[in-house]
Every structure is written in structure tokens, then in C-alpha cells.
């Protein structure tokens, strides 16, 4: 499946967001500038693209695993919302989990992945009682660990 999605490049010098394979879900994002992220500081970092996504998608920015496993550096707000009406540049909240070594990146890398994905609007139906389930009320860790 394949959706058209109108992008906007905030910075011609940066490259479109690419998939790195066939069939990869996530197409990374670069960083707009360079930046250095002290043991446990966080940055909020541009990409440089602004897109319009059709009405019924949304797409959502991933953290990539090198960078966490690598490094420690992850996204605050994992996995970030982009609602299909928002016209601003896509930034990543990137954070440093590592405590002890500072990371620093450069405009241009790879920080982040945005998977567009097909969304439902909710009609919400206000009800005194829910229908019965099999899981119920049971969650947090109800099944073991
Ligand atoms: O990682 C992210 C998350 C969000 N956004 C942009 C797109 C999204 O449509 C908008 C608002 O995001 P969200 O609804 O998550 O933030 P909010 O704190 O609820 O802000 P708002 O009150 O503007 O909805 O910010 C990003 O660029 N990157
Ligand atoms: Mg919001």
C-alpha cells in the first residue's frame, strides 16, 4: 500500500526522508542542525520537512534502535504524533538516556524515522456499561512477566 504525501523541503540541502530498504516501514529523518546532549539532556531538534498527509492518516516519529543501542539516545515522546492537518516543520524530541558519556550529532544525520500509517476516527459513545470481555479490567503485568 501506498499513500501520496506532499513534503515540503524547510531546507533544500537536507535530503528527502528515505526508506533505507524496500519494504521498511519507517523513512529516516535528519537533523536539521548539529547538536550535543549531556548525560540525561534533551533537545528538541528540526528535520527540516514540513508534509501534508490525506485526511484518515497520520504519521508517527519513531526513534531509530542504532542510536539507542549505540548510544543511549532515544525520543521523549515515543512514539511522536504528526496529525495529518499540522503544517509545521516535524521536530524530534530526542533525549540522552546514557549517564555518563555526552553524544553529540551533526546536521545531516539520521535521528529519527517517521511511519505513516492509516488511522480511524473514534465516534465517541458515552455508555453506563461496557460490554464484558475476556480480558476485563486485568492488565499491568495481570499475565506475569
Ligand atoms: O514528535 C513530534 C510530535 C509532534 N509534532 C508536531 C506534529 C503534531 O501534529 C503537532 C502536535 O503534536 P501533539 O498533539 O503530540 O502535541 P501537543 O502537545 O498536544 O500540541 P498541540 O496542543 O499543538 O496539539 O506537533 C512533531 O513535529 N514531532
Ligand atoms: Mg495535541
Known amino acids: 500500500m501506498s499513500v501520496e504525501v506532499l513534503i515540503q523541503r524547510l531546507d533544500p ?14 523513512a529516516d529523518l535528519y537533523a536539521v542542525r548539529d547538536v ?21 492518516y497520520a504519521a508517527f516519529v519513531h526513534p531509530r534502535s542504532g542510536l539507542a543501542a549505540r548510544l543511549g539516545v532515544t525520543l521523549v515522546n515515543a512514539p511522536g504524533t504528526v496529525d495529518a492537518g499540522y ?3 516535524i521536530k524530534v524530541t530526542l533525549i540522552n538516556t546514557d549517564a555518563k558519556d555526552a553524544v553529540r550529532l ?11 500509517q492509516r488511522v480511524a476516527k473514534a465516534a465517541f459513545h458515552e455508555v453506563d456499561r461496557l460490554p464484558g470481555s475476556v480480558r476485563g479490567a486485568n492488565g499491568f503485568g495481570s499475565t506475569g512477566t
Open 13 to 26: 540541502e537536507l535530503p528527502m526522508p528515505s526508506y533505507a530498504h524496500p519494504g521498511d516501514a519507517g
Open 36 to 56: 550535543e546532549l549531556l548525560p540525561g539532556e534533551r533537545a528538541v531538534v528540526g528535520t527540516g520537512i514540513a508534509i501534508a498527509l490525506p485526511d484518515g
Open 87 to 89: 503544517r509545521g516543520e
Open 106 to 116: 551533526r546536521r545531516g544525520d539520521r535521528i529519527a524515522q517517521l511511519v505513516v
